[in-house]
């Protein structure tokens, strides 16, 4: 499975919602149960999956799927 399936359905099961719902466009701001609290789900999950850290100077730019993607796939070269 490739990097951008793995994020979509990782971010699916922490909003607990159908990856048909979500694509690389989705934002923080389209997806009601996206809050807070769950976008610190969904990157410690990122950070467990891929045996990675997320830069801390980084997470609050995170704020739509394909950044995420592009973020994990710049981390992992």
Do not use: Y
């Not at 919602?17 to 990157?43: A, F, G, N, Q």
């Not at 980084?58 to 992992?76: M, N, P, R, S």
């Amino acid at each position: 499975m490739e990097i951008k399936e793995k994020v979509m359905q990782l971010v699916a099961e922490c909003l607990e919602i159908p990856t048909e719902k979500i694509s690389l466009e989705t934002d923080m701001d389209d997806v009601e149960e996206w809050d807070s609290m769950r976008h610190v789900m969904i990157l410690s999950r990122l950070e467990e999956e891929f045996d990675t850290m997320i830069p801390e100077d980084d997470i609050f730019d995170l704020v739509t799927i394909g950044a995420i993607v592009e973020e994990i796939k710049k981390i992992k070269g």
